[in-house]
Protein backbone atom coordinates (compact mmCIF):
# COMPACT_ATOMS: atom_id res chain seq x y z
CA UNK A 1 0.00 0.00 0.00
CA UNK A 2 3.01 2.05 0.98
CA UNK A 3 4.57 1.72 -2.31
CA UNK A 4 1.24 2.31 -4.35
CA UNK A 5 0.60 5.69 -2.03
CA UNK A 6 4.52 6.42 -2.90
CA UNK A 7 4.42 6.28 -6.95
CA UNK A 8 0.80 8.31 -6.53
CA UNK A 9 2.38 10.82 -4.47
CA UNK A 10 5.51 11.26 -6.88
CA UNK A 11 3.48 11.08 -10.31
CA UNK A 12 0.98 13.96 -8.96
CA UNK A 13 4.21 15.81 -8.27
CA UNK A 14 6.00 15.04 -11.68
CA UNK A 15 2.86 16.37 -13.07
CA UNK A 16 2.62 18.96 -10.66
CA UNK A 17 6.69 20.36 -10.84
CA UNK A 18 6.36 19.82 -15.03
CA UNK A 19 3.35 22.21 -15.62
CA UNK A 20 4.36 24.42 -12.55
CA UNK A 21 5.43 27.44 -14.43
CA UNK A 22 2.02 27.87 -16.33
CA UNK A 23 -0.18 25.70 -13.87
CA UNK A 24 1.11 27.93 -10.64
CA UNK A 25 0.40 30.95 -12.98
CA UNK A 26 -2.94 30.09 -13.88
CA UNK A 27 -4.00 29.30 -10.64
CA UNK A 28 -2.58 32.29 -9.00
CA UNK A 29 -4.49 34.03 -11.52
CA UNK A 30 -7.58 32.27 -11.07
CA UNK A 31 -7.19 32.55 -7.02
CA UNK A 32 -6.63 36.32 -7.54
CA UNK A 33 -9.66 36.65 -9.57
CA UNK A 34 -11.67 34.79 -6.60
CA UNK A 35 -10.05 36.11 -4.03
CA UNK A 36 -10.94 39.69 -4.59
CA UNK A 37 -14.87 38.87 -5.04
CA UNK A 38 -14.79 36.84 -2.33
CA UNK A 39 -15.91 38.72 0.56
CA UNK A 40 -16.20 35.73 3.11
CA UNK A 41 -13.11 34.16 5.62
CA UNK A 42 -12.84 31.10 3.20
CA UNK A 43 -9.93 31.19 0.47
CA UNK A 44 -9.04 29.17 -2.18
CA UNK A 45 -5.22 28.07 -2.27
CA UNK A 46 -2.82 25.80 -3.70
CA UNK A 47 -0.66 22.29 -1.97
CA UNK A 48 2.67 22.97 -3.56
CA UNK A 49 6.19 21.11 -2.09
CA UNK A 50 8.16 22.72 0.39
CA UNK A 51 10.81 22.98 -2.25
CA UNK A 52 12.04 21.09 -5.13
CA UNK A 53 15.58 20.44 -5.61
CA UNK A 54 17.59 19.18 -9.11
CA UNK A 55 20.58 16.54 -8.26
CA UNK A 56 23.51 16.48 -9.70
CA UNK A 57 27.47 16.16 -9.63
CA UNK A 58 29.97 18.75 -8.46
CA UNK A 59 32.76 17.11 -10.91
CA UNK A 60 32.25 15.57 -14.58
CA UNK A 61 32.05 12.11 -15.08
CA UNK A 62 30.11 9.14 -16.05
CA UNK A 63 26.97 7.81 -14.06
CA UNK A 64 27.76 4.13 -12.88
CA UNK A 65 24.99 3.96 -10.37
CA UNK A 66 21.39 5.21 -9.90
CA UNK A 67 20.33 4.09 -6.52
CA UNK A 68 16.97 5.25 -6.44
CA UNK A 69 13.69 5.31 -8.68
CA UNK A 70 10.35 7.59 -8.95
CA UNK A 71 8.36 7.40 -6.12
CA UNK A 72 11.02 6.50 -3.43
CA UNK A 73 11.25 8.20 -0.16
CA UNK A 74 14.74 9.24 0.37
CA UNK A 75 16.46 11.07 3.47
CA UNK A 76 19.22 13.59 3.74
CA UNK A 77 22.38 12.56 3.43
CA UNK A 78 21.61 9.18 1.74
CA UNK A 79 23.83 8.41 -1.38
CA UNK A 80 20.98 8.61 -4.61
CA UNK A 81 23.76 7.53 -7.28
CA UNK A 82 27.27 7.12 -7.86
CA UNK A 83 30.00 7.92 -10.80
CA UNK A 84 32.36 5.90 -11.95
CA UNK A 85 35.72 6.74 -9.79
CA UNK A 86 38.11 3.58 -10.72
CA UNK A 87 41.10 6.61 -10.92
CA UNK A 88 40.06 8.29 -7.83
CA UNK A 89 39.77 5.00 -5.50
CA UNK A 90 43.24 4.12 -6.89
CA UNK A 91 44.88 7.29 -6.15
CA UNK A 92 43.44 7.37 -2.14
CA UNK A 93 45.09 3.69 -2.07
CA UNK A 94 48.20 4.87 -3.21
CA UNK A 95 48.03 8.16 -0.94
CA UNK A 96 47.31 5.57 2.08
CA UNK A 97 50.46 3.31 1.36
CA UNK A 98 52.61 6.40 1.14
CA UNK A 99 51.14 7.99 4.37
CA UNK A 100 51.81 3.86 5.95
CA UNK A 101 55.19 4.08 4.93
CA UNK A 102 55.91 7.69 6.26
CA UNK A 103 54.82 6.47 8.89
CA UNK A 104 57.06 3.11 9.53
CA UNK A 105 60.27 5.70 8.43
CA UNK A 106 59.50 8.39 11.09
CA UNK A 107 59.05 5.30 13.83
CA UNK A 108 62.38 3.33 13.04
CA UNK A 109 64.19 6.85 13.28
CA UNK A 110 63.02 7.85 16.84
CA UNK A 111 65.67 4.95 17.94
CA UNK A 112 68.49 6.62 15.99
CA UNK A 113 67.78 10.01 17.68
CA UNK A 114 68.67 8.51 21.15
CA UNK A 115 71.67 7.35 19.86
CA UNK A 116 72.33 10.36 18.25
CA UNK A 117 73.08 8.40 14.91
CA UNK A 118 70.53 11.09 13.00
CA UNK A 119 70.28 14.73 13.48
CA UNK A 120 67.00 17.13 15.03
CA UNK A 121 66.38 18.26 11.77
CA UNK A 122 66.51 15.08 9.68
CA UNK A 123 63.51 13.91 12.48
CA UNK A 124 61.37 17.44 11.77
CA UNK A 125 61.90 16.74 8.17
CA UNK A 126 60.77 13.29 8.62
CA UNK A 127 57.44 14.19 10.67
CA UNK A 128 56.51 17.14 8.39
CA UNK A 129 56.92 14.24 5.53
CA UNK A 130 54.09 12.52 7.28
CA UNK A 131 52.04 15.47 7.70
CA UNK A 132 52.23 16.37 3.88
CA UNK A 133 51.37 12.46 3.58
CA UNK A 134 48.27 12.60 4.94
CA UNK A 135 47.25 15.91 4.02
CA UNK A 136 47.83 14.55 0.41
CA UNK A 137 45.65 11.60 1.75
CA UNK A 138 42.79 13.80 3.02
CA UNK A 139 42.78 15.51 -0.60
CA UNK A 140 42.51 12.04 -2.64
CA UNK A 141 39.47 10.84 -0.25
CA UNK A 142 37.58 14.03 -0.49
CA UNK A 143 38.01 13.79 -4.35
CA UNK A 144 36.59 10.45 -3.78
CA UNK A 145 33.66 11.25 -2.04
CA UNK A 146 32.40 13.64 -4.87
CA UNK A 147 32.08 10.72 -6.95
CA UNK A 148 29.19 9.91 -5.01
CA UNK A 149 25.95 11.61 -5.15
CA UNK A 150 24.18 12.43 -1.92
CA UNK A 151 20.62 13.71 -1.35
CA UNK A 152 20.40 17.01 0.09
CA UNK A 153 16.92 16.77 1.64
CA UNK A 154 14.14 14.78 3.14
CA UNK A 155 11.95 13.84 0.11
CA UNK A 156 10.49 11.97 -2.32
CA UNK A 157 11.73 11.22 -5.95
CA UNK A 158 10.06 13.12 -8.70
CA UNK A 159 12.09 12.45 -11.36
CA UNK A 160 14.86 10.46 -12.87
CA UNK A 161 16.26 11.90 -15.73
CA UNK A 162 19.67 10.00 -16.41
CA UNK A 163 20.68 6.34 -16.50
CA UNK A 164 24.15 4.53 -15.95
CA UNK A 165 26.78 5.17 -18.80
CA UNK A 166 25.40 8.94 -19.44
CA UNK A 167 28.04 11.66 -19.29
CA UNK A 168 27.41 14.23 -16.47
CA UNK A 169 28.45 17.92 -16.94
CA UNK A 170 28.38 20.04 -14.11
CA UNK A 171 26.95 22.99 -15.45
CA UNK A 172 23.65 21.65 -16.73
CA UNK A 173 23.27 17.55 -16.64
CA UNK A 174 20.37 16.67 -13.21
CA UNK A 175 20.53 13.40 -12.29
CA UNK A 176 17.00 13.65 -10.13
CA UNK A 177 14.41 16.02 -8.80
CA UNK A 178 13.73 15.88 -5.77
CA UNK A 179 10.97 17.22 -3.92
CA UNK A 180 10.24 17.83 0.03
CA UNK A 181 6.69 17.36 1.00
CA UNK A 182 7.08 17.87 4.97
CA UNK A 183 6.57 20.04 5.71
CA UNK A 184 3.51 21.34 2.28
CA UNK A 185 3.36 25.07 1.45
CA UNK A 186 -0.43 26.04 1.35
CA UNK A 187 -0.32 29.32 -1.15
CA UNK A 188 -3.15 31.58 -0.56
CA UNK A 189 -4.13 34.62 -2.66
CA UNK A 190 -5.75 37.04 -0.05
CA UNK A 191 -7.82 40.35 -0.44
CA UNK A 192 -5.39 43.30 0.24
CA UNK A 193 -7.90 44.10 3.38
CA UNK A 194 -6.62 41.48 5.37
CA UNK A 195 -3.02 42.75 4.96
CA UNK A 196 -3.27 44.13 8.49
CA UNK A 197 -5.10 41.39 9.62
CA UNK A 198 -3.08 38.71 8.74
CA UNK A 199 0.43 37.86 10.07
CA UNK A 200 2.86 35.55 10.64
CA UNK A 201 2.20 32.88 13.40
CA UNK A 202 -1.37 32.74 13.19
CA UNK A 203 -3.28 29.55 12.46
CA UNK A 204 -5.81 28.48 10.03
CA UNK A 205 -7.55 25.22 8.65
CA UNK A 206 -7.32 23.84 5.57
CA UNK A 207 -9.70 21.78 3.70
CA UNK A 208 -8.43 19.19 1.04
CA UNK A 209 -11.89 17.91 0.21
CA UNK A 210 -12.72 15.93 -1.65
CA UNK A 211 -9.67 13.66 -1.59
CA UNK A 212 -8.98 14.23 2.27
CA UNK A 213 -11.94 14.35 5.05
CA UNK A 214 -11.69 17.12 7.76
CA UNK A 215 -9.55 19.95 7.85
CA UNK A 216 -5.51 20.44 9.01
CA UNK A 217 -3.73 22.62 10.91
CA UNK A 218 -1.47 24.62 9.38
CA UNK A 219 0.38 28.15 10.41
CA UNK A 220 1.56 31.28 8.69
CA UNK A 221 4.80 31.72 8.08
CA UNK A 222 4.86 34.23 5.29
CA UNK A 223 2.95 37.81 4.30
CA UNK A 224 3.37 39.37 1.54
CA UNK A 225 5.00 42.92 1.39
CA UNK A 226 3.42 44.01 -1.93
CA UNK A 227 0.00 44.04 -2.65
CA UNK A 228 -0.73 43.18 -6.04
CA UNK A 229 -2.49 46.37 -7.41
CA UNK A 230 -4.10 45.18 -10.36
CA UNK A 231 -6.09 42.28 -8.30
CA UNK A 232 -6.00 44.28 -4.73
CA UNK A 233 -4.91 41.11 -3.31
CA UNK A 234 -1.10 39.66 -1.81
CA UNK A 235 -0.42 36.70 -1.24
CA UNK A 236 0.01 34.44 1.78
CA UNK A 237 2.11 31.46 2.76
CA UNK A 238 1.07 28.59 5.42
CA UNK A 239 3.30 25.43 6.50
CA UNK A 240 1.11 22.08 6.71
CA UNK A 241 2.69 18.93 8.50
CA UNK A 242 3.08 16.31 6.52
CA UNK A 243 4.06 13.37 8.27
CA UNK A 244 5.22 9.74 5.97
CA UNK A 245 4.24 12.10 3.26
CA UNK A 246 0.34 11.20 3.09
CA UNK A 247 -0.82 14.35 1.51
CA UNK A 248 0.40 14.90 -2.02
CA UNK A 249 1.13 18.45 -3.55
CA UNK A 250 -0.31 19.88 -6.80
CA UNK A 251 -4.13 19.85 -5.32
CA UNK A 252 -6.38 22.50 -4.77
CA UNK A 253 -7.56 23.22 -1.14
CA UNK A 254 -9.28 26.13 0.87
CA UNK A 255 -8.25 27.50 4.16
CA UNK A 256 -10.00 29.81 7.01
CA UNK A 257 -6.81 31.84 8.55
CA UNK A 258 -7.32 33.17 12.35
CA UNK A 259 -8.74 30.08 13.78
Known amino acids: MRNVLAVLTATLLAQTVAAQAPAAGAARAE ?19 HMVVNVGSSVDGVLEQVLVNRGDQVRRGQVVARLQ ?41 LATEVKLREEELRKDEE ?22 GEFIRTDK ?15 VIAPARMFRTV ?55 SVVIGR
Do not use: W, Y
Not at 94 to 106: G, I, P, T
Not at 173 to 187: G, K, T, Y
Not at 224 to 244: C, F, H, I
Open 173 to 187: SVVLRLAQIDPLNIE
Open 143 to 164: TLKLRTIVSPIDGVVVERRLTP
Open 31 to 49: ARAAAASNPGNELECLVEP
Open 85 to 125: SGVEAAAAKLSEARVEFARRKLERSKSLVDKQLISTQEMDE
Open 199 to 253: QVGMSGRVSLAPMFPGSHAAKVVVVDKVVDAASGTLGVRLQLPNPENRIPAGIKC
